[in-house]
């Protein structure tokens, strides 16, 4: 066993602190809510009123904060004092109410440069968040382009990096879900009431606030009247101006930037080949509450009619909703919710009664106007929601019964669940109910029949099979389950409101608006064209943007960089080199975009063909054959290697030598569903003691826990009791140590007695409460908090359970690998990086390694990382958010303040697993293994031993090819004491120590006599 006298016994302070915050702070969604809905919340005021008064409140007369905070003096023009309030704590302020009852909030704030993230805020009223949809009020910021439009060498044309552009803006608080039209109402009572606003991401500025009623637009026939009788009766004429989409100067998200579109010859501008950003919107503009402004100068006072071209062609037998508002005011009802219908190619919708072919008139004064577009729900909102709600109370009713069941049910058997769960079949009836009435409503919306009635129809057909024969429950579970997923995609998808805008119209009553659809002769030109330009256009280069100063292929400052990624990431990439690194360095670089660098590399660099840098290469035999750059030799090494975790750099380090910069940074954090653990009464876990307490009563409700059945657990299991899964200089295994094969004891009893699943797809098992508690790569949160939204506030992320080690610190750790950018030269000397680590690297003879360097330093700078981070998100999505291996930038990224949190203790925690020749070896045999001991039942000491032989031989080799020790006595001590050094949670055994030596080498003896004998 491990000789516990000689571990270090002092833990690092920050360690402690770490662990203090976790222990005294709740996890992300660490308590779920039982607060009412916002139905339930207004019904429980039956007889209260709706005053009228107005009452002001100055934001920086707070009454209490524990929050960071600041006045300022008429800040970016506002018209008095303002307080800015950093991301974290709450703000009180004290209000005198004269007349009880429900107001609106209306709020002036500033959205301050941050991560360009949504700013969110929790309220509380009197003490207590009021309802569901409270704790997630939704500030959001405003974009821009960063410049003009550019072209590439290539004639294609280059949106502009998105940019924050604050702007004072005055909005109510309203449901960030779009389920509710009208702002959010709360009640105040007579008397003095408290507002309390606490952070849960981003700071921002709040100006004035406001109790009142938030205005209700009158229809259009009363606002027309109204008009005509102020201004008489439309006379201007000859009046048309068309806003090109893409010219918008605001938009609430990075994501909503310019984008092309070439199959359409009827779009402005065009272009059969070459690419033109000629519109704007899209798929990237379906989330709700995500707006796109334009600016229209009108040259005199009048009546004008608006039409706008755009289609929506995502969204099959359904159709998406805009707002429109005309200088922050929605001009009357009908605006609250234009509809944009499902067609593949391009309409002009002229706003107006389209029953009567009349367009509507807006009564606009001459200057400069903003118009609007706010993708909203409309009459779909109450039915996503109603729907929501039947998901979740269908999940519910799943739970209970997979509780008495398992979710693999014995066919054969009798469960008599409708005495088992008592209301089961009348719940069941209801939802049943529910989805019909749901589909009926769906087809009055839309007007037609389709898949999404069907999705609801089908669903309430098979309830009504479950109610009429409960014996039949357990048979359907399977069909069951899979239409709940069908269910949660059906929501995700009608809650979508894309829409791709190529123009607006502004133009007087008497004008014709322009056709939309290209001629069957515009048609045949543009596929002529179109298929005669494949043969000849090279659509895999990422183009340079044409700079005059460019030097020639050949001259000096310039490198060749392999991107193995995809199209998207490539652009940005380059975008970014073109904007930052060529101006900063004075080095050009020429990008390719390389799909399939696995195959290429090796003979590009056999025929001489090589690029300097190779981003992405996952080639690492490369690095194991080859010469690769020790980043030492680099004087300021030491300060670059500052950005990055210790644990980042252990990954690429061999003795004392780093061969590569970290990348990307990944590791597990625990994932757990709050409702779930509320329900069975049960307490996140923190250690693995409290988790095998609670395990037994998991299980007893046919509930799973969730861990990888890898050498990844392995790993993780020895570096919390402090061990190193390699000797000094990675030069053998620790499997056969004693110490080891207790701990694959430990790690294979978890499958074979606590019977925890060998193969689950986490994301579907979470979602639908089969796996309440889960280990896994903490990129899920985002991925969940995208594709599981009717869970939102249900689920919470957090360290993964630990080790309580002596001292009564939680151990933490959890090995972990991340990509890299690796510097290679001709200089001998290999290294293999460990399973699941990819790497980016300078081919051999590179004669560019001062400007590789710099490259290098550049790409994984914070300010580099960030930007890559947020626009890789603008474009692909929240989940696809970087994870930067950079610490300062990973605190730049949009992370709410909690999760950050949480990731911050974890990351503390994090290890790296040193890169072993022959390491390949070492996964695959431990895979073998594994399967040998938990699905053939071989004994474990012995198979332990036998893997561990073939392990060590095939190292021994190894390093014997490569000119290293194999031996372990005859490792130097210099080199074994450096070994220890780069960890920072594993401490170095003492293998002189008679306790350890003699039993191990004892066993390896006992064992070769063994293998000798069978030899014999």
Same mark, same amino acid.
């Given at each position: 066993?491990?000789?516990?006298?000689?571990?270090?016994?002092?833990?690092?302070?920050?360690?402690?602190?770490?662990?203090?915050?976790?222990?005294?702070?709740?996890?992300?969604?660490?308590?779920?809510?039982?607060?009412?809905?916002?139905?339930?919340?207004?019904?429980?005021?039956?007889?209260?009123?709706?005053?009228?008064?107005?009452?002001?409140?100055?934001?920086?007369?707070?009454?209490?904060?524990?929050?960071?905070?600041?006045?300022?003096?008429?800040?970016?023009?506002?018209?008095?004092?303002?307080?800015?309030?950093?991301?974290?704590?709450?703000?009180?302020?004290?209000?005198?109410?004269?007349?009880?009852?429900?107001?609106?909030?209306?709020?002036?704030?500033?959205?301050?440069?941050?991560?360009?993230?949504?700013?969110?805020?929790?309220?509380?009223?009197?003490?207590?968040?009021?309802?569901?949809?409270?704790?997630?009020?939704?500030?959001?910021?405003?974009?821009?382009?960063?410049?003009?439009?550019?072209?590439?060498?290539?004639?294609?044309?280059?949106?502009?990096?998105?940019?924050?552009?604050?702007?004072?803006?005055?909005?109510?608080?309203?449901?960030?879900?779009?389920?509710?039209?009208?702002?959010?109402?709360?009640?105040?009572?007579?008397?003095?009431?408290?507002?309390?606003?606490?952070?849960?991401?981003?700071?921002?500025?709040?100006?004035?606030?406001?109790?009142?009623?938030?205005?209700?637009?009158?229809?259009?026939?009363?606002?027309?009247?109204?008009?005509?009788?102020?201004?008489?009766?439309?006379?201007?004429?000859?009046?048309?101006?068309?806003?090109?989409?893409?010219?918008?100067?605001?938009?609430?998200?990075?994501?909503?930037?310019?984008?092309?579109?070439?199959?359409?010859?009827?779009?402005?501008?065009?272009?059969?080949?070459?690419?033109?950003?000629?519109? &704007?919107?899209?798929?990237?503009?379906?989330?709700?509450?995500?707006?796109?402004?334009?600016?229209?100068?009108?040259?005199?006072?009048?009546?004008?009619?608006?039409?706008?071209?755009?289609?929506?062609?995502?969204?099959?037998?359904?159709?998406?909703?805009?707002?429109?508002?005309?200088?922050?005011?929605?001009?009357?009802?009908?605006?609250?919710?234009?509809?944009?219908?499902?067609?593949?190619?391009?309409?002009?919708?002229?706003?107006?009664?389209?029953?009567?072919?009349?367009?509507?008139?807006?009564?606009?004064?001459?200057?400069?106007?903003?118009?609007?577009?706010?993708?909203?729900?409309?009459?779909?909102?109450?039915?996503?929601?109603?729907?929501?709600?039947?998901?979740?109370?269908?999940?519910?009713?799943?739970?209970?019964?997979?509780?008495?069941?398992?979710?693999?049910?014995?066919?054969?058997?009798?469960?008599?669940?409708?005495?088992?769960?008592?209301?089961?079949?009348?719940?069941?009836?209801?939802?049943?109910?529910?989805?019909?009435?749901?589909?009926?409503?769906?087809?009055?919306?839309?007007?037609?029949?389709?898949?999404?009635? $069907?999705?609801?129809?089908?669903?309430?057909?098979?309830?009504?099979?479950?109610?009429?024969?409960?014996?039949?429950?357990?048979?359907?579970?399977?069909?069951?389950?899979?239409?709940?997923?069908?269910?949660?995609?059906? &929501?995700?998808?009608?809650?979508?409101?894309?829409?791709?805008?190529?123009?607006?119209?502004?133009?007087?009553?008497?004008?014709?608006?322009?056709?939309?659809?290209?001629?069957?002769?515009?048609?045949?030109?543009?596929?002529?064209? $179109?298929?005669?330009?494949?043969?000849?256009?090279?659509?895999?280069?990422?183009?340079?943007?044409?700079?005059?100063?460019?030097?020639?292929?050949?001259?000096?400052?310039?490198?060749?960089?392999?991107?193995?990624?995809?199209?998207?990431?490539?652009?940005?990439?380059?975008?970014?080199?073109?904007?930052?690194?060529?101006?900063?360095?004075?080095?050009?670089?020429?990008?390719?975009?390389?799909?399939?660098?696995?195959?290429?590399?090796?003979?590009?660099?056999?025929?001489?063909?090589?690029?300097?840098?190779?981003?992405?290469?996952?080639?690492?035999?490369?690095?194991?054959?080859?010469?690769?750059?020790?980043?030492?030799?680099?004087?300021?090494?030491?300060?670059?290697?500052?950005?990055?975790?210790?644990?980042?750099?252990?990954?690429?380090?061999?003795?004392?030598?780093?061969?590569?910069?970290?990348?990307?940074?990944?590791?597990?954090?625990?994932?757990?569903?709050?409702?779930?653990?509320?329900?069975?009464?049960?307490?996140?876990?923190?250690?693995?003691?409290?988790?095998?307490?609670?395990?037994?009563?998991?299980?007893?409700?046919?509930?799973?826990?969730?861990?990888?059945?890898?050498?990844?657990?392995?790993?993780?299991?020895?570096?919390?009791?402090?061990?190193?899964?390699?000797?000094?200089?990675?030069?053998?295994?620790?499997?056969?140590?004693?110490?080891?094969?207790?701990?694959?004891?430990?790690?294979?009893?978890?499958?074979?007695?606590?019977?925890?699943?060998?193969?689950?797809?986490?994301?579907?098992?979470?979602?639908?409460?089969?796996?309440?508690?889960?280990?896994?790569?903490?990129?899920?949160?985002?991925?969940?908090?995208?594709?599981?939204?009717?869970?939102?506030?249900?689920?919470?992320? $957090?360290?993964?359970?630990?080790?309580?080690?002596?001292?009564?610190?939680?151990?933490?750790?959890?090995?972990?690998?991340?990509?890299?950018?690796?510097?290679?030269?001709?200089?001998?000397?290999?290294?293999?990086?460990?399973?699941?680590?990819?790497?980016?690297?300078?081919?051999?003879?590179?004669?560019?390694?001062?400007?590789?360097?710099?490259?290098?330093?550049?790409?994984?700078?914070?300010?580099?990382?960030?930007?890559?981070?947020?626009?890789?998100?603008?474009?692909?999505?929240?989940?696809?958010?970087?994870?930067?291996?950079?610490?300062?930038?990973?605190?730049?990224?949009?992370?709410?303040?909690?999760?950050?949190?949480?990731?911050?203790?974890?990351?503390?925690?994090?290890?790296?697993?040193?890169?072993?020749?022959?390491?390949?070896?070492?996964?695959?045999?431990?895979?073998?293994?594994?399967?040998?001991?938990?699905?053939?039942?071989?004994?474990?000491?012995?198979?332990?031993?036998?893997?561990?032989?073939?392990?060590?031989?095939?190292?021994?080799?190894?390093?014997?090819?490569?000119?290293?020790?194999?031996?372990?006595?005859?490792?130097?001590?210099?080199?074994?004491?450096?070994?220890?050094?780069?960890?920072?949670?594993?401490?170095?055994?003492?293998?002189?120590?008679?306790?350890?030596?003699?039993?191990?080498?004892?066993?390896?003896?006992?064992?070769?006599?063994?293998?000798?004998?069978?030899?014999?």
């Amino acid at each position: 066993m491990l000789n516990r006298e000689l571990r270090k016994t002092l833990t690092l302070t920050f360690t402690c602190l770490l662990a203090l915050l976790w222990m005294a702070s709740p996890s992300v969604g660490a308590s779920a809510t039982s607060l009412p809905s916002y139905e339930d919340y207004l019904a429980s005021f039956p007889h209260s009123s709706y005053p009228t008064d107005e009452i002001f409140v100055s934001g920086y007369s707070f009454t209490n904060t524990d929050a960071e905070i600041e006045i300022l003096d008429k800040p970016f023009g506002y018209e008095d004092s303002a307080l800015w309030i950093d991301e974290r704590g709450f703000v009180e302020w004290e209000v005198w109410v004269e007349e009880a009852g429900f107001y609106n909030i209306e709020l002036d704030y500033y959205p301050v440069k941050g991560r360009s993230t949504a700013i969110e805020r929790s309220i509380e009223i009197n003490g207590a968040i009021p309802f569901d949809g409270a704790e997630y009020l939704v500030f959001r910021r405003v974009f821009g382009d960063q410049g003009p439009v550019r072209v590439d060498a290539g004639g294609n044309e280059i949106r502009a990096p998105q940019v924050e552009k604050p702007i004072w803006q005055k909005v109510f608080l309203s449901d960030s879900q779009g389920y509710e039209q009208h702002p959010y109402f709360f009640y105040f009572e007579e008397g003095l009431n408290t507002i309390r606003l606490t952070a849960r991401a981003e700071p921002l500025i709040i100006g004035h606030f406001r109790l009142n009623q938030a205005p209700i637009a009158p229809s259009y026939a009363e606002t027309i009247e109204l008009q005509r009788s102020q201004y008489g009766k439309p006379q201007l004429e000859n009046v048309f101006l068309q806003i090109e989409g893409e010219s918008a100067i605001y938009r609430s998200s990075p994501s909503l930037f310019p984008i092309f579109d070439q199959g359409d010859p009827t779009v402005v501008p065009y272009h059969h080949a070459e690419t033109r950003l000629n519109s &704007i919107g899209g798929h990237r503009w379906q989330d709700v509450g995500d707006w796109i402004a334009w600016e229209v100068d009108i040259p005199e006072d009048g009546f004008y009619q608006i039409a706008i071209k755009g289609k929506q062609n995502l969204n099959r037998g359904t159709f998406s909703n805009r707002r429109l508002l005309i200088d922050g005011k929605v001009p009357f009802a009908e605006m609250n919710a234009i509809r944009f219908n499902y067609s593949t190619r391009y309409d002009i919708k002229q706003l107006g009664l389209e029953e009567q072919d009349e367009p509507f008139l807006f009564y606009l004064t001459a200057g400069k106007h903003e118009i609007r577009l706010e993708a909203v729900l409309g009459e779909m909102g109450d039915l996503i929601r109603l729907t929501e709600d039947t998901l979740y109370e269908l999940n519910h009713i799943y739970r209970n019964i997979i509780m008495i069941t398992s979710s693999t049910p014995d066919p054969m058997r009798s469960y008599q669940l409708e005495q088992r769960v008592p209301d089961l079949l009348e719940r069941i009836g209801n939802q049943a109910a529910a989805l019909r009435k749901m589909a009926a409503e769906f087809e009055r919306i839309t007007g037609q029949r389709g898949g999404h009635t $069907a999705t609801l129809t089908d669903f309430a057909r098979m309830l009504e099979r479950m109610q009429d024969k409960p014996d039949s429950v357990p048979n359907l579970l399977q069909e069951y389950r899979d239409a709940i997923g069908h269910l949660g995609t059906w &929501i995700m998808t009608s809650r979508e409101q894309p829409l791709q805008v190529d123009f607006l119209v502004v133009a007087s009553p008497e004008q014709k608006m322009p056709r939309a659809k290209p001629t069957i002769l515009e048609a045949t030109i543009h596929e002529i064209k $179109a298929f005669g330009s494949s043969f000849v256009r090279d659509y895999t280069s990422v183009w340079d943007i044409e700079q005059s100063d460019a030097p020639k292929k050949g001259e000096a400052k310039r490198i060749k960089v392999w991107i193995g990624l995809g199209r998207d990431q490539a652009q940005i990439l380059k975008q970014m080199i073109e904007d930052s690194f060529t101006p900063e360095t004075g080095i050009f670089v020429d990008l390719e975009l390389i799909t399939t660098m696995d195959q290429l590399l090796v003979p590009a660099t056999i025929a001489g063909n090589q690029p300097d840098v190779a981003i992405g290469a996952a080639n690492m035999d490369m690095a194991f054959r080859g010469a690769v750059a020790d980043l030492t030799q680099f004087d300021d090494f030491p300060e670059i290697a500052k950005r990055f975790k210790k644990s980042a750099l252990l990954t690429f380090r061999f003795r004392d030598q780093v061969f590569a910069l970290p990348e990307v940074q990944s590791f597990p954090m625990m994932f757990y569903r709050i409702d779930i653990l509320d329900e069975l009464g049960l307490e996140v876990p923190q250690t693995w003691d409290d988790l095998f307490k609670i395990l037994p009563e998991l299980q007893n409700n046919h509930l799973e826990f969730g861990i990888w059945p890898s050498i990844y657990t392995y790993v993780q299991f020895m570096y919390q009791r402090g061990l190193s899964l390699y000797k000094e200089d990675v030069v053998e295994v620790n499997l056969a140590s004693q110490a080891g094969i207790s701990i694959f004891t430990e790690m294979t009893n978890l499958f074979t007695q606590s019977g925890l699943p060998l193969e689950y797809n986490f994301i579907n098992r979470f979602r639908m409460g089969e796996m309440p508690l889960a280990i896994a790569n903490y990129g899920e949160f985002n991925t969940l908090s995208v594709f599981a939204s009717e869970l939102r506030g249900q689920w919470g992320m $957090a360290p993964i359970p630990g080790t309580m080690q002596e001292d009564g610190v939680i151990n933490r750790a959890v090995p972990v690998a991340q990509d890299a950018l690796v510097i290679r030269t001709d200089q001998t000397g290999s290294v293999i990086m460990p399973a699941g680590t990819t790497g980016s690297i300078i081919l051999e003879k590179s004669q560019n390694q001062a400007e590789a360097w710099e490259f290098l330093k550049w790409w994984t700078s914070k300010e580099t990382q960030v930007r890559f981070g947020q626009e890789l998100e603008a474009l692909i999505g929240a989940a696809a958010r970087f994870a930067t291996a950079n610490v300062e930038a990973m605190q730049e990224l949009p992370w709410r303040i909690e999760e950050r949190d949480q990731l911050n203790i974890q990351w503390d925690w994090v290890e790296g697993v040193p890169p072993v020749l022959g390491g390949y070896y070492v996964t695959r045999q431990f895979d073998w293994l594994f399967r040998a001991v938990v699905l053939q039942n071989e004994p474990i000491r012995e198979s332990v031993l036998d893997y561990t032989r073939e392990i060590n031989n095939e190292i021994a080799r190894k390093r014997a090819e490569f000119g290293y020790e194999t031996d372990y006595d005859k490792v130097d001590d210099r080199l074994k004491e450096l070994f220890w050094d780069h960890y920072t949670h594993v401490y170095r055994l003492d293998w002189e120590s008679p306790e350890i030596d003699e039993e191990y080498r004892n066993l390896l003896e006992r064992y070769d006599l063994l293998i000798e004998g069978a030899e014999k």
